[in-house]
């Protein structure tokens, strides 16, 4: 069943711009259709997509409790530019105190094992709840950011959350999001300007070096698929 569904988005909306696409979704799946934002340059993109637009998409982020402050004030010039509302889930804080309790402060730089723990507890857990209820997920994801996406489809099912994923811009270039957001005068995060591309929790993310890969400056001390759970490249 979900592959139909998803062969049946791909075919109707294949000559449908990425407006065009998110009002089809909006309409089609009413209530139902959310976007999950990190604040990042892709996330950004598509925010000044849905909310210039009043398309009726609902806007969520998931708040780790370890961002940096760059984040906050995108995130604040953000509701200030748009005046919409975005919904901020956190983890829960037993297991929170639990893990820090246990394990100390900075148990994810110990393990690949403890580091995928945190991200559980702080991401997965509260993105569970923030998906729950909903028939289509929005993404930021960009084919060029790493290997492990670059088999992904703009409409996708994610086994994991049991929800249908759609990432409007998996073919865009990283020049292109920069464009739009100069073009159309989106906030950012200052952190951008200073060689962090991908940016997560502040534990865990450095600039990158030139040359490097985009997702090179998240979980830097691991060589593992720089993923957090929240994405996974395998197709259910």
Not at 61 to 78: A, C, I, N, P, S
Not at 114 to 120: I, Q, V
Request: glycine share 4%; hydrophobic share 35%.
């Amino acid at each position: 069943m979900s592959a139909s569904i998803v062969q049946d988005l791909l075919e109707k909306t294949k000559d449908f711009s990425l407006e065009e696409t998110l009002s089809f979704l909006a309409e089609r799946y009413p209530n139902q259709v959310t976007f999950s934002t990190s604040f990042g340059q892709e996330d950004q993109v598509i925010t000044d997509f849905v909310f210039k637009n009043d398309i009726p998409i609902k806007v969520f982020t998931l708040d780790t409790g370890r961002l940096f402050q760059e984040t906050y004030d995108v995130f604040h010039r953000t509701l200030k530019k748009y005046k919409k509302q975005i919904e901020v889930y956190f983890p829960e804080a037993a297991s929170v105190e639990n893990l820090l309790q246990t394990k100390g402060p900075n148990s994810f730089y110990d393990s690949v094992e403890n580091r995928k723990e945190c991200c559980f507890i702080r991401k997965v857990v509260p993105l569970r709840k923030a998906l729950a209820g909903n028939a289509v997920w929005i993404t930021g994801l960009r084919a060029e950011q790493s290997e492990n996406r670059h088999d992904l489809s703009l409409f996708e099912y994610d086994g994991n959350f049991e929800i249908i994923k759609f990432n409007p811009l998996l073919k865009w270039t990283l020049e292109e999001v920069e464009n739009h957001l100069k073009e159309f005068n989106v906030p950012q995060n200052a952190l951008h300007k200073e060689g962090f591309i991908s940016i997560g929790c502040a534990p865990c993310t450095r600039a990158i070096f030139p040359g490097e890969d985009i997702r090179a400056g998240r979980w830097w001390w691991e060589s593992s698929h720089k993923e957090c759970g929240l994405h996974s490249a395998k197709k259910e």
